[in-house]
């Protein structure tokens, strides 16, 4: 048949089928046996053309609400961030798209090069002195981390804050069953972990305490007491935290962090509907050789030339198999790399720059929120999030904002049972004062 | 390629210079201090690279010129269907109804986007022959363990708890086994016979009370197809288990044999294989995971559905495995992925598999005579080859896989399987042209006369790439995986 993705003509099948020495090309499937052979045609829609096919999904985008049309105030774990135009155009450079998992370092060094550059990105922003090339995303990394601290401590129950994302929650508890891994969780209290009730649950079998930074709630978790609190039983510190926010905060391994994981998409990725976005993993040198996933490592050719390759394999599974410290294989690379580019782009004064802006912003919003009425679900230090009580189903007053051309916040009554018409609002450094001051307004109606 | 150390991006960098472009703070600006408790603003900036957009750009170029894509060249990594990426699919996941939606927006505001995955199961659900499909799986690994997370379920809900093995052929991908444990499994391998398919003698031994599931890929990582499939099946089937099928080969048989029918219980797809991702230089993948209708109320939350013409989430699943991954799976991927199946259609499916398997049988035939050929007999869309007689000679695989660097082309995938010896496995996809196929062929004959010729140009290799043969145990024994400045070093 002709088509673009398909070079071959009805000459090449005739010389390749007599090379081989079969008659048709179904003479080479004759193994497969005839109970299971599929006969007739797959009933799927038929084939379209490139103009036919883009005309019909661009219809299908268009019945979404996008961030680029509307102003957007959820975040609730993903954010609609600043993302500089370079960083689609190198990610879009087919030489790194159209490549796999770099086996062969020597044809693979602009890959390799880009994953070490952004392994020291993230070491540089989470204070911690090993990271990986990426996981799948922050839930999977949250879990992963609960994993290696069981291996680690050879303890089975890990202590997890309520006030941690409960997608992440979600996750972790998945991958807890499957490990026979016991998940406690610490009650929040004011919209942060209550360490009060941390210090009762903490016991010699716990392999790790497990809060985020800043919180599900926005909040500002004091690492210092939770670390002086877990250290005390020797469990893992684990920190999940939103990389963007450690530009203006200070880092969790300034804090004596164990394991700091966390979702790099803030930094140039879009929010593609919840993924792909990319996990981050970053831990001390004390657990390097348990770190799941790939790592790149600096080394030098024959020639003493300094040059990159996949390094420590032994952890992995294409090695050690069922005794891998995961099962990770594919992993974000393109995103890790898309991360890298706008880690760069903003630099060291822009990274500062863009985080104290959303704590200015958010700060502004909830101000002029309050002055308007609007109680706060809690007072404490927030960074770009932070909780508002209305009186009305969140749901309700979401479906009226959209017709104003607003994306509103996040229903807290979906995963808390004592938050219920609690709106969970996120501010970025993409919203200007004018649209701060038009969310008031129009939320004022309905508060 | 330039042959020239390209300076980490750290080394570029030089304070004072920007490349970002921030709009200036437009609300009352408020001492940072006060906005979080003492000690929590951070004091040393984090030693991110400063440079100027032009620089950030060729620094970029330049790495992409130290790496090779499909597009670059041929790229026959068996198992991992390096096939072309097209370039419509990358379109059309940027478009801004796609591209720039958040996963909590009210289901109202989303129809569109959750219309096209609902289809796109609907698709996979028709090439694969299962029930239902979840698309919440990340990666290929991913949806192994989700597979594997509800075959425990099922087992446990039917108050069976003595299932605790998995059994894994001694040819299967390396995260078979690794899955399985992060299940909470055990795993058993059964051995291939001396055709290179899973040696059902062996089955009946290792099968029993205790197996939970048996993992196969169909065609396996020789590329032969398990002709006993459906012996395979009846033998798990009747000892309780479950018949997981992984599809990282399905490049072979969309069309042909469907997973379904040949009486797998369980299936994960990887989108950026079989149905163009890409493959993103190691990722993000998609992993979405087939199930026959036993296992549906297992499935991760939540599962999507359609009432009338409205699309809905729903949570309340009391079975369900739970979530594996936030949200609904890498959207951005399976758009890609949607869009490829859309273009090809059914015929167009039929010959990606057709052409495939030919472009193999082709590549297999006419390099037999000059390599040693482990199972002589068709293969699907993959082969392997065994280079023994080349070790003879004092030439090993690894060298012919680097000595093919020097012809332009990636290798093939190399020792692997491990039931192999010197084993290179190839996979040319169905995207290839036939003097693509030739001119591979014939570099891989003049590297086959080189071993008894001139044998230290094959050991030797690379001759031609940017960089030679990197140290990998000095990598491993004094790690360095982070740039750190110069001075800081010297202090």
Same mark, same amino acid.
């Given at each position: 048949?002709?088509?673009?993705?398909?070079?071959?003509?009805?000459?090449?099948?005739?010389?390749?089928?007599? %090379?081989?020495?079969?008659?048709?090309?179904?003479?080479?499937?004759?193994?497969?046996?005839?109970?299971?052979?599929?006969?007739?045609?797959?009933?799927?829609?038929?084939?379209?053309?490139?103009?036919?096919?883009?005309?019909?999904?661009?219809?299908?985008?268009?019945?979404?609400?996008?961030?680029?049309?509307?102003?957007?105030?959820?975040?609730?774990?993903?954010?609609?961030?600043?993302?500089?135009?370079? /960083?689609?155009?190198?990610?879009?450079? +087919?030489?790194?798209?159209?490549?796999?998992?770099?086996?062969?370092?020597?044809?693979?060094?602009?890959?390799?090069?880009?994953?070490?550059?952004?392994?020291?990105? @993230?070491?540089? =922003?989470?204070?911690?002195?090993? #990271?990986?090339?990426?996981?799948?995303?922050?839930?999977?990394?949250?879990?992963?981390?609960?994993?290696? +601290?069981?291996?680690?401590?050879?303890?089975?129950?890990?202590?997890?804050?309520?006030?941690?994302?409960?997608?992440?929650?979600?996750?972790?508890?998945?991958?807890?069953?499957?490990?026979?891994?016991?998940?406690?969780?610490?009650?929040?209290?004011?919209?942060?972990?209550?360490?009060?009730?941390?210090?009762?649950? =903490?016991?010699?079998?716990?392999?790790?305490?497990?809060?985020?930074?800043?919180?599900?709630?926005?909040?500002?978790?004091?690492?210092?007491? @939770?670390?002086?609190?877990?250290?005390?039983?020797?469990?893992?510190?684990?920190?999940?935290?939103?990389?963007?926010?450690?530009?203006?905060?200070?880092?969790?391994?300034?804090?004596?962090?164990?394991?700091?994981?966390?979702?790099?998409?803030?930094?140039?990725?879009?929010?593609?509907?919840?993924?792909?976005?990319?996990?981050?993993?970053?831990?001390?040198?004390?657990?390097?050789?348990?770190?799941?996933?790939?790592?790149?490592?600096?080394?030098?050719?024959?020639?003493?030339?300094?040059?990159?390759?996949?390094? =420590?394999?032994?952890?992995?599974?294409?090695?050690?198999?069922?005794?891998?410290?995961?099962?990770?294989?594919?992993?974000?690379?393109?995103?890790?790399?898309?991360?890298?580019?706008?880690?760069?782009?903003?630099?060291?004064?822009?990274?500062?720059?863009?985080?104290?802006?959303?704590?200015?912003?958010?700060?502004?919003?909830?101000?002029?929120?309050?002055?308007?009425?609007?109680?706060?679900?809690?007072?404490?230090?927030?960074?770009?999030?932070?909780?508002?009580?209305?009186?009305? *189903?969140?749901?309700?007053?979401?479906?009226?904002? &959209?017709?104003?051309?607003?994306?509103?916040?996040?229903?807290?009554?979906?995963?808390?049972?004592?938050?219920?018409?609690?709106?969970?609002?996120?501010?970025?450094?993409?919203?200007?004062?004018?649209?701060?001051?038009?969310?008031?307004?129009?939320?004022?109606?309905?508060? | 390629?330039?042959?020239?150390?390209?300076?980490?991006?750290?080394?570029?960098?030089?304070?004072?210079?920007?490349?970002?472009?921030?709009?200036?703070?437009?609300?009352?600006?408020?001492?940072?201090?006060?906005?979080?408790?003492?000690?929590?603003?951070?004091?040393?900036?984090?030693?991110?690279?400063?440079?100027?957009?032009?620089?950030?750009?060729?620094?970029?170029?330049?790495?992409?010129? $130290?790496?090779?894509? /499909?597009?670059?060249?041929?790229?026959?990594?068996?198992?991992?269907?390096?096939?072309?990426?097209?370039?419509?699919?990358?379109?059309?996941?940027?478009?801004?109804?796609?591209?720039?939606?958040?996963?909590?927006?009210?289901? +109202?505001?989303?129809?569109?986007?959750?219309?096209?995955?609902?289809?796109?199961?609907?698709? &996979?659900?028709?090439?694969?022959?299962?029930?239902?499909?979840?698309?919440?799986?990340?990666?290929?690994?991913?949806?192994?363990?989700?597979?594997?997370?509800?075959? $425990?379920?099922?087992?446990?809900?039917?108050?069976?708890?003595?299932?605790?093995?998995?059994?894994?052929?001694?040819? #299967?991908?390396?995260?078979?086994?690794? +899955?399985?444990?992060?299940?909470?499994?055990?795993?058993?391998?059964?051995?291939?016979?001396?055709?290179?398919? /899973?040696?059902?003698?062996?089955?009946?031994?290792?099968?029993?009370?205790?197996?939970?599931?048996?993992?196969?890929?169909?065609?396996?990582?020789?590329?032969?197809?398990?002709?006993?499939?459906?012996?395979?099946?009846?033998?798990?089937?009747?000892?309780?288990?479950?018949?997981?099928?992984?599809?990282?080969?399905?490049?072979?048989?969309?069309?042909?044999?469907?997973?379904?029918?040949?009486?797998?219980?369980?299936?994960?797809?990887?989108?950026?294989?079989?149905?163009?991702? !890409?493959?993103?230089?190691?990722?993000?993948?998609?992993?979405?995971?087939?199930?026959?209708?036993?296992?549906?109320?297992?499935?991760?939350? !939540?599962?999507? /559905?359609?009432?009338?013409?409205?699309?809905?989430?729903?949570?309340?699943?009391?079975?369900?495995?739970? $979530?594996?991954?936030?949200?609904?799976?890498?959207?951005?991927?399976?758009?890609?992925?949607?869009?490829?199946?859309?273009?090809?259609? *059914?015929?167009?499916?039929?010959?990606?598999?057709?052409?495939?398997?030919?472009?193999?049988?082709?590549?297999?035939?006419?390099?037999?005579?000059?390599?040693?050929?482990?199972?002589?007999?068709?293969?699907?869309?993959?082969?392997?080859?065994?280079?023994?007689?080349?070790?003879?000679?004092?030439?090993?695989?690894?060298?012919?896989?680097?000595?093919?660097?020097?012809?332009?082309?990636? *290798?093939?995938?190399?020792?692997?399987?491990?039931?192999?010896?010197?084993?290179?496995?190839?996979?040319?996809?169905?995207?290839?042209?036939?003097?693509?196929?030739?001119?591979?062929?014939?570099?891989?004959?003049?590297?086959?006369?080189?071993?008894?010729?001139?044998?230290?140009?094959?050991?030797? %290799?690379?001759?031609?790439?940017?960089?030679?043969?990197?140290?990998?145990?000095?990598?491993?024994?004094? !790690?360095?995986?982070?740039?750190?400045?110069?001075?800081?070093?010297?202090?």
């Amino acid at each position: 048949m002709n088509h673009r993705y398909l070079p071959m003509t009805d000459q090449d099948q005739k010389e390749m089928l007599q %090379a081989v020495g079969v008659e048709n090309i179904n003479d080479l499937f004759s193994d497969i046996p005839e109970k299971v052979r599929f006969q007739g045609d797959l009933k799927i829609k038929p084939a379209k053309s490139e103009t036919a096919l883009t005309r019909e999904l661009l219809n299908m985008a268009a019945k979404n609400a996008d961030t680029k049309q509307y102003i957007s105030f959820l975040g609730a774990g993903v954010y609609d961030h600043y993302s500089p135009a370079i /960083v689609d155009h190198v990610i879009s450079r +087919s030489e790194f798209y159209t490549a796999y998992t770099p086996y062969q370092p020597e044809i693979s060094q602009g890959e390799l090069q880009a994953i070490f550059e952004y392994q020291t990105m @993230i070491c540089e =922003l989470t204070g911690m002195e090993v #990271a990986n090339s990426s996981m799948y995303d922050g839930g999977t990394s949250f879990a992963e981390a609960a994993m290696l +601290s069981a291996g680690q401590t050879r303890r089975k129950k890990v202590l997890v804050s309520e006030a941690v994302n409960p997608e992440s929650r979600a996750v972790l508890k998945t991958y807890a069953a499957g490990q026979h891994i016991e998940v406690v969780t610490v009650p929040q209290k004011n919209g942060v972990t209550d360490l009060e009730k941390l210090k009762e649950m =903490l016991t010699d079998e716990v392999a790790a305490v497990m809060v985020q930074y800043p919180n599900f709630f926005g909040q500002i978790e004091r690492l210092d007491e @939770i670390e002086a609190i877990t250290h005390t039983e020797k469990a893992m510190f684990v920190v999940s935290s939103n990389p963007l926010s450690l530009g203006a905060l200070t880092p969790p391994g300034q804090f004596g962090a164990d394991i700091v994981v966390g979702d790099a998409q803030p930094f140039g990725l879009p929010q593609a509907f919840g993924g792909p976005h990319c996990g981050y993993f970053a831990v001390t040198k004390k657990l390097m050789r348990k770190v799941p996933g790939r790592l790149v490592g600096e080394t030098t050719d024959d020639g003493g030339q300094r040059g990159y390759v996949l390094t =420590l394999q032994a952890r992995e599974q294409h090695i050690r198999r069922d005794k891998a410290t995961s099962n990770i294989c594919s992993n974000q690379a393109l995103n890790a790399l898309a991360a890298s580019v706008a880690m760069t782009a903003l630099g060291k004064r822009g990274i500062e720059e863009i985080a104290r802006q959303n704590f200015k912003k958010a700060h502004y919003a909830k101000q002029q929120l309050t002055s308007a009425g609007i109680q706060l679900a809690e007072e404490g230090y927030t960074f770009n999030e932070f909780v508002i009580k209305l009186s009305r *189903p969140v749901k309700e007053i979401n479906e009226a904002l &959209l017709q104003k051309g607003i994306i509103a916040g996040y229903d807290l009554g979906r995963d808390y049972e004592n938050r219920e018409n609690q709106m969970l609002v996120a501010v970025t450094e993409q919203r200007t004062k004018e649209d701060i001051d038009t969310f008031v307004k129009e939320l004022i109606q309905y508060a | 390629m330039h042959k020239k150390d390209q300076p980490l991006i750290f080394e570029l960098s030089k304070e004072g210079r920007t490349g970002y472009s921030l709009t200036p703070l437009d609300v009352p600006d408020v001492d940072i201090q006060s906005l979080a408790p003492q000690g929590f603003i951070r004091e040393t900036a984090p030693e991110l690279p400063e440079v100027a957009e032009l620089d950030i750009m060729r620094h970029y170029t330049a790495l992409s010129k $130290r790496n090779h894509g /499909v597009d670059s060249g041929f790229y026959p990594l068996g198992s991992c269907t390096m096939k072309y990426n097209p370039k419509v699919n990358e379109s059309v996941a940027r478009y801004a109804g796609f591209a720039h939606i958040h996963p909590l927006q009210e289901a +109202s505001s989303v129809q569109g986007a959750m219309e096209l995955m609902y289809d796109l199961q609907q698709h &996979l659900i028709e090439i694969t022959g299962m029930d239902e499909v979840t698309l919440q799986p990340a990666a290929g690994a991913h949806g192994e363990w989700t597979g594997l997370m509800m075959i $425990r379920a099922f087992h446990e809900a039917n108050g069976d708890f003595k299932r605790t093995k998995v059994i894994v052929p001694d040819s #299967a991908h390396g995260t078979n086994p690794a +899955s399985a444990t992060v299940a909470g499994f055990d795993t058993i391998t059964v051995k291939s016979d001396d055709q290179g398919l /899973v040696d059902l003698e062996d089955l009946k031994r290792v099968v029993g009370e205790d197996t939970a599931a048996l993992m196969l890929t169909n065609p396996n990582t020789l590329g032969l197809f398990e002709e006993n499939i459906l012996e395979m099946a009846s033998i798990i089937h009747e000892a309780g288990g479950k018949l997981y099928y992984d599809g990282a080969n399905l490049n072979a048989v969309l069309s042909k044999a469907r997973p379904g029918d040949m009486g797998f219980d369980v299936v994960h797809l990887n989108l950026h294989k079989t149905f163009t991702g !890409p493959h993103g230089g190691g990722g993000p993948g998609s992993g979405p995971v087939g199930v026959k209708k036993d296992l549906v109320p297992y499935l991760p939350k !939540p599962i999507l /559905v359609k009432n009338g013409d409205r699309y809905d989430f729903d949570y309340n699943r009391p079975d369900s495995i739970g $979530r594996v991954k936030p949200f609904y799976g890498n959207f951005g991927i399976n758009v890609r992925a949607y869009t490829y199946i859309r273009t090809m259609g *059914p015929d167009g499916l039929k010959a990606v598999s057709e052409y495939a398997v030919l472009n193999a049988n082709y590549m297999m035939r006419r390099l037999a005579p000059h390599f040693d050929l482990p199972f002589d007999r068709h293969c699907k869309h993959e082969f392997v080859l065994s280079g023994k007689r080349q070790k003879k000679l004092g030439v090993r695989t690894l060298d012919i896989a680097k000595r093919l660097l020097d012809f332009g082309y990636h *290798p093939p995938t190399i020792y692997f399987p491990l039931n192999v010896e010197e084993c290179m496995m190839i996979e040319p996809t169905e995207t290839e042209s036939k003097e693509t196929l030739d001119a591979f062929i014939d570099a891989m004959i003049q590297i086959a006369k080189e071993v008894e010729d001139s044998p230290e140009v094959v050991q030797n %290799a690379p001759h031609t790439t940017i960089i030679g043969r990197l140290d990998e145990t000095k990598a491993a024994r004094q !790690p360095v995986l982070r740039y750190i400045k110069k001075e800081a070093v010297e202090v």
